[in-house]
C-alpha cells in the first residue's frame, strides 16, 4: 500500500530534549512538508522540501529542523529551542506541479513535560 | 491578510439538510483550491480538488469556485452525522501556512 507513514504516533519528553520525529512516504512524491497543529487552531507551515537535499523555511520555523537525504524520508527535529513544542505534528507529501495536492501521514502528538 | 480565511463555526445541520462553507483566498494567482476533512484527533482527508471556475460534483460534495471574487464553497448534500468534522479550506503551499483556519460542521440526527 503507498502512504504516508509517521512514527511514533504519541510521544513524550522531558523539557530541554531535542526529539526527532519521522516521516516516510511511498509515493514518490517530490515535496514533503511539515505542519503543526495546536488545539483548535489551523495548520502551521513549520519546513517544506521540493527536492532532495534542498529544504525551505515555513511560517514558523524557529526552533525546529529538518532534512531531506532520501526523497523518501524528511525527519523533523523539535530542538530544546522551540518554547512550546506540545503540539499535534503532520507530515505531508505532494507531486511537484501545478496541482500540489498534499497527502498527510496519520500525525505524531508529541508533549514536552 | 491571511492567505486564506473560512467562514467562522461552528456550523451545526440537521441531518438530511444542505451544509454549505465558504473560503476566501487572497492570491489571485493561485489556480488550485483543496478542500480537507479532518475529523478528531485525526489527520486531514482531501476530499475536493477545484482547479476551474463553476462546479465539480463529487457525490454528495460540491466544490464551487469564482476567482473573480475570489472564493470557493463547498456544499454537502443531504448531511449525514459521518459528515461531522472540520473542513479545512486550502492553496498550493508556497512558502508559508495556506490553509484556512478551518469550520467545524456537526450535522445532528
Known amino acids: 500500500d503507498g502512504g504516508i507513514t509517521q512514527s511514533p504516533k504519541y510521544l513524550f519528553r522531558k523539557e530541554g530534549q531535542n526529539v526527532t520525529l519521522s516521516c516516510e512516504q511511498n509515493?514518490?512524491?517530490?515535496?514533503m512538508y511539515w505542519y503543526r497543529q495546536d488545539p483548535g487552531q489551523g495548520l502551521r507551515l513549520i519546513y517544506y522540501?521540493?527536492?532532495?537535499?534542498?529544504?525551505q523555511k515555513g511560517d514558523i520555523a524557529e526552533g525546529y529542523s529538518v532534512s531531506r537525504e532520501k526523497k523518501e524520508s524528511f525527519p523533523l527535529t523539535v530542538t530544546s529551542a522551540q518554547k512550546n513544542p506540545t503540539a499535534f505534528y503532520l507530515c505531508?507529501?505532494?507531486?511537484?506541479?501545478?496541482?500540489?495536492?498534499?497527502?498527510f501521514g496519520p500525525g505524531t502528538r508529541l508533549t514536552v513535560t | 491578510q491571511k492567505e486564506v480565511e473560512q467562514n467562522s463555526g461552528p456550523l451545526s445541520v440537521p441531518e438530511g439538510a444542505i451544509a454549505s462553507l465558504n473560503c476566501t483566498y487572497s492570491?489571485?494567482?493561485?489556480?488550485?483550491f483543496f478542500w480537507y476533512r479532518q475529523y478528531s484527533g485525526k489527520s486531514p482527508e482531501l476530499i475536493m480538488s477545484?482547479?476551474?471556475?463553476g462546479d465539480k460534483e463529487d457525490g454528495r460534495f460540491t466544490a464551487q469556485l469564482n476567482k473573480a471574487s475570489q472564493y470557493v464553497s463547498l456544499l454537502i448534500r443531504d448531511s449525514q452525522p459521518s459528515d461531522s468534522a472540520t473542513y479545512l479550506c486550502?492553496?498550493?503551499?508556497?512558502?508559508?501556512?495556506?490553509f484556512g483556519d478551518g469550520t467545524t460542521l456537526t450535522v445532528k440526527p
Open positions: 486550502a492553496v498550493p503551499p508556497r512558502g508559508k501556512s495556506t
Open positions: 477545484i482547479y476551474s471556475n
Open positions: 492570491d489571485r494567482v493561485s489556480q488550485s
Open positions: 505531508a507529501s505532494s507531486i511537484r506541479g501545478r496541482n500540489n495536492e498534499q497527502y
Open positions: 522540501s521540493q527536492i532532495v537535499n534542498d529544504f
Open positions: 509515493l514518490n512524491h517530490d515535496a
